[in-house]
């Protein structure tokens, strides 16, 4: 049962003694705030005391604190299973980069829903789900997006961002930015429910914060660490912790605003992670950090505020996961989920309220290439096939399979039924890069390939580059459909080197192409390294410049989108960030 409170708490949809009737048939404003690869362990909440949250533990203080929330092992399955309520391999999301992790065009999202409802919606941060329309989230429900869409970013000070398909520059610090255009967005929303998408994407790497938040971990002492202490990077755990305080201040804004704003009474606050941690640090003892099945790698912090309806100290034993927030959002705003693909997450408001009705056990499958877990209300069941009490053994240390034979085998078939429907689902995966499907589409070179030596700037593809261009049998290509044909401006995204200006460059499609001379240097640096408390393992990036190519008549149909250089008089032909296509015309 639901461990709450002792003080006497209404039901979830009960009459709320400081609301008037039109509030009390109003449907509550929404804010999800999830960060990225922050561990459960990072919350003084959860009794870590090498850091201190208060803002985002006011959330459990406030409402409920969901005591074993999952989520996927990685970045994009969590955010597609948010999105759909249903498990990321069913939507098309097997992998982080290069397409993999585009969500399924027939997926319906929670903005889909809501937007659908009259809710005025926006998402600020780390997309992940897919870069081009109809991929992208202004066309997945999103009425605003202000952030990026890669599955990371290469550097977090006044950094090059996407405002609804263009292209700006951000200010300062990119959480803080991220929290103005969100605090923005909400203060617009006027008499309109609002349903916010806020997604930090710190404290993955590159480890970049403040330093009027790193001065307090430079030199700390941290008494609490990983169950490994061998394995841990104290520097990286610092920035990580000061990345997370960082963090907490930004809520704590958020939080303020809908104060101001006099609408905190009706608004559900959210706040959760993707997976586990990024690096061996205090855990609590679980086993598994970020891409592990394992408890420490999907146990997820989970505190939900709604002072109109969720009692204050609420705590939820029950386990619960990232696929239960669709069904549960579209509850409370009291629409129906529509189509005809089931969801795999179930409705929290039952928990939430408090109600006596029984809740049935459950299991919960956590799924990663060929990694897969499963977990019921008691035992976790590991891609081993090793059987776990987590009641009596939260740091998975004793296989009970010998002592527990019929729960190993009835999870042993969950397990293999879910691997086996995955499986079928995701088929092969031959989704072409959309171009057309709206005014401007973006090709990065994270969704390119690369042939005769030209290399890309890092083995992780996101926020990468290409360079090395040293010959004219080098090319990169982008698999594309064109669904509207039409006339492009298209614009490259570029660095030169000082004396490796002149290359003559192509860029052909189909039965078109375009010429032109990249007549200007534009020697610049790296940048990030500077500002990383970290080393950090992802490219570095550049202050890459735009140049007009030209226009391009693209026909409708499918092929290679292929730039070679056909000239190259220096060492150099040029290194490539991305190209964008400008529909011209109506």
């Given at each position: 049962m639901t461990s709450r409170s002792l003080l006497a708490v209404p039901a979830l949809f009960a009459v709320a003694c400081s609301s008037g009737p039109e509030e009390q048939s109003a449907p509550p404003n929404?804010?999800?705030?999830?960060?990225?690869?922050?561990?459960?362990?990072?919350?003084?909440?959860?009794?870590?005391?090498?850091?201190?949250?208060?803002?985002?533990?006011?959330?459990?203080?406030?409402?409920?604190?969901?005591?074993?929330?999952?989520?996927?092992?990685?970045?994009?399955?969590?955010?597609?299973e948010l999105l759909t309520g249903r498990?990321?391999?069913?939507?098309?999301?097997?992998?982080?980069?290069?397409?993999?992790?585009?969500?399924?065009?027939?997926?319906?999202?929670?903005?889909?829903?809501l937007l659908a409802a009259g809710y005025r919606t926006g998402a600020f941060?780390?997309?992940?789900?897919?870069?081009?329309h109809p991929y992208h989230p202004n066309a997945?429900?999103?009425?605003?997006?202000?952030?990026?869409?890669?599955?990371?970013?290469?550097?977090?000070?006044?950094?090059?961002?996407?405002?609804?398909?263009?292209?700006?520059?951000?200010?300062?610090?990119?959480?803080?930015?991220?929290?103005?255009?969100a605090m923005h967005f909400i203060e617009g929303a006027g008499q309109q429910p609002f349903f916010a998408y806020i997604a930090y994407n710190t404290p993955h790497s590159p480890m970049q914060v403040p330093d009027r938040f790193w001065r307090k971990f430079a030199d700390a002492e941290l008494p609490q660490r990983h169950r490994d202490p061998e394995l841990e990077d104290l520097n990286h755990t610092r920035a990580a912790l000061a990345m997370v305080e960082n963090i907490d201040w930004n809520v704590g804004r958020i939080l303020g605003k809908l104060d101001e704003l006099g609408v905190t009474e009706n608004t559900i606050v959210l706040y959760m992670s993707d997976n586990g941690p990024n690096g061996s640090r205090w855990n609590g003892g679980m086993k598994g950090r970020k891409g592990s099945t394992d408890e420490g790698g999907v146990r997820s912090p989970a505190l939900m505020r709604w002072p109109a309806r969720i009692a204050p100290g609420s705590k939820i034993m029950e386990i619960a996961a990232a696929i239960d927030l669709?069904?549960?959002?579209?509850?409370?705003?009291?629409?129906?989920?529509?189509?005809?693909?089931?969801?795999?997450?179930?409705?929290?408001?039952?928990?939430?309220?408090?109600?006596?009705?029984?809740?049935?056990?459950?299991?919960?499958?956590?799924?990663?290439?060929?990694?897969?877990?499963?977990r019921n209300q008691r035992f976790r069941l590991?891609?081993?096939?090793?059987?776990?009490?987590?009641?009596?053994?939260?740091?998975?240390?004793?296989?009970?399979?010998?002592?527990?034979?019929?729960?190993?085998r009835k999870l042993g078939e969950v397990a293999q039924r879910a691997g086996d429907e995955f499986a079928a689902e995701l088929g092969e995966d031959d989704r072409p890069f959309p171009v057309g499907e709206a005014a401007r589409t973006w090709l990065p070179a994270r969704d390119a390939a690369a042939t005769g030596g030209v290399e890309r700037s890092n083995r992780f593809p996101n926020s990468s580059y290409f360079r090395n261009w040293q010959s004219t049998d080098g090319a990169v290509s982008w698999d594309v459909e064109v669904s509207t044909p039409g006339e492009f401006l298209v614009?490259?995204?570029?660095?030169?080197?000082?004396?490796?200006?002149?290359?003559?460059?192509?860029?052909?499609?189909?039965?078109?192409?375009?010429?032109?001379?990249?007549?200007?240097?534009?020697?610049?640096?790296?940048?990030?390294?500077?500002?990383?408390?970290?080393?950090?393992?992802?490219?570095?990036?550049?202050?890459?410049?735009?140049?007009?190519?030209?226009?391009?008549?693209?026909?409708?149909?499918?092929?290679?989108l292929t730039l070679r250089a056909k000239e190259i008089p220096g060492r150099e032909a040029l290194e490539l960030h991305s190209l964008i296509l400008t529909r011209v015309g109506p």
């Open positions: 929404i804010v999800v705030v999830i960060s990225d690869d922050q561990g459960w362990g990072d919350l003084s909440v959860h009794g870590n005391a090498n850091l201190a949250t208060p803002n985002i533990d006011s959330l459990a203080r406030d409402g409920a604190l969901f005591d074993r929330f999952f989520v996927a092992p990685v970045c994009s399955p969590t955010r597609a498990y990321h391999p069913r939507g098309g999301v097997y992998s982080t980069s290069a397409g993999g992790e585009r969500l399924d065009l027939d997926e319906r999202t929670v903005a889909d829903v941060g780390k997309w992940h789900n897919g870069s081009q997945r429900g999103f009425e605003e997006f202000y952030g990026f869409t890669s599955g990371h970013w290469a550097q977090y000070f006044d950094p090059i961002l996407e405002h609804n398909s263009e292209i700006v520059r951000g200010q300062g610090f990119i959480i803080d930015d991220l929290t103005d255009h669709l069904p549960t959002f579209a509850e409370v705003a009291g629409v129906e989920v529509a189509g005809d693909k089931p969801l795999d997450g179930r409705s929290l408001v039952p928990l939430l309220s408090g109600a006596e009705e029984a809740w049935a056990d459950r299991e919960i499958v956590s799924t990663w290439r060929d990694r897969t877990s499963v590991d891609t081993d096939g090793a059987l776990f009490d987590m009641s009596r053994d939260p740091e998975q240390r004793t296989d009970v399979s010998a002592q527990h034979p019929d729960v190993t614009t490259l995204y570029y660095a030169c080197r000082e004396g490796d200006e002149g290359s003559l460059v192509e860029l052909s499609y189909l039965d078109s192409s375009l010429e032109a001379r990249i007549d200007e240097p534009h020697d610049v640096p790296l940048i990030g390294g500077a500002d990383d408390r970290v080393e950090r393992q992802e490219s570095y990036t550049k202050d890459f410049r735009p140049m007009e190519l030209g226009h391009l008549e693209l026909g409708r149909g499918r092929g290679p």
